[in-house]
């Protein structure tokens, strides 16, 4: 499964060099050609999109076909704010989402919850490619239950107030810090990919969940951990067809202190079908593989059709 995620991704980068036909300046002194380029390299860009999707499924008591009534909503904003000049870029992503999901006869639980910050600077190198620097913060921000079963899996009662499940998060309970040096090749606001050999990463989480033992790769007794090693970030997001986009982030980090080879891996996929200006519909994707928090994928998907507001 690593290898085959690797080889994606050296099959976007060895696609994303096609050659761009570069448009001809007319009639204008070298000069003036010289400031028109440098206006294209300075200054602020922003851009942000914010998405709400909704899905129900409703059934009355008639209904002889079987199925369970259920709604579900899910919010998310992605917010870019980017700075460059003629030999510097600052670029900066800020992503939060939140959904909940009821069915009927069941408790409401979470389908999406996470707040991610990362900020890359760069100083120019030669040609795409740059001296660079990362900061990426991640966690949550409500709590996160699991369903506790008896050994023959019927569900376990706790209290009589709150049973079938406990607390395994919260916020900042786990949260996420990296930071680190690297060399950046960035080819446009849509297309980079950034290489950290050199990069420290904390886990942070309350002392209550390692009162017992160990969780999300912290030892039993402390509230936070930490690691040193290679952090890989690529994003590429391109148009499929006429209003169709799709969003790919990709991160991997492996740890040069513990296990090296156990890369985790953290995959986000957003795929935006638009019907017209504010209604789409809109899937969502995440892979992420960390043997610090489970020796399993763990996999989240969301379907809906959405509103989205761009600004």
């Known amino acids: 499964m690593k290898k085959a995620l690797l080889l994606v991704l050296v099959f976007v980068a060895a696609n994303s060099f096609a050659q761009k036909t570069e448009g001809e300046l007319i009639n204008v002194t070298a000069e003036a050609a010289k400031k028109a380029v440098d206006t294209t390299y300075s200054g602020w860009k922003t851009t942000g999109n914010f998405v709400f999707l909704f899905n129900q499924s409703a059934f009355n008591n008639e209904w002889l076909g079987g199925g369970t009534s259920n709604i579900a909503g899910n919010a998310g904003l992605n917010y870019d704010f980017n700075y460059k000049t003629s030999d510097l870029i600052w670029d900066n992503k800020f992503i939060a989402s939140y959904g909940l999901t009821k069915i009927k006869g069941q408790e409401t639980t979470k389908s999406d919850d996470r707040i991610e910050f990362t900020s890359l600077v760069g100083k120019k190198a030669k040609g795409y490619w740059f001296y660079s620097a990362f900061l990426n913060f991640k966690t949550q921000m409500d ?169």
């Open 143 to 311: 709590v996160g239950f699991k369903k506790v079963t008896n050994d023959n899996g019927t569900p376990a009662v706790l209290t009589d107030d709150f049973d079938q499940r406990v607390t395994i998060s919260h916020f900042f309970s786990p949260a996420y810090l990296q930071a680190g040096p690297g060399l950046l090749w960035k080819k446009s606001d849509n297309l980079k990919f950034n290489f950290a050999p050199a990069t420290s990463r904390l886990i942070f989480v309350h002392k209550h969940f390692t009162e017992f033992g160990s969780a999300f790769g912290v030892e039993q007794g402390k509230s936070s951990r930490f690691e040193f090693g290679a952090a890989v970030n690529g994003y590429y997001k391109f148009n499929i067809m006429e209003n169709v986009s799709m969003e790919n982030i990709l991160n991997l980090y492996s740890n040069y202190l513990d296990k090296p080879q156990n890369v985790d891996i953290d995959y986000q996929m957003n795929l935006v079908m638009k019907i017209n200006k504010y209604i789409s519909t809109n899937i969502a994707f995440q892979a992420i593989y960390d043997d610090n928090a489970i020796g399993a994928f763990q996999i989240r998907e969301v379907f809906g059709l959405g509103f989205n507001y761009g600004f």
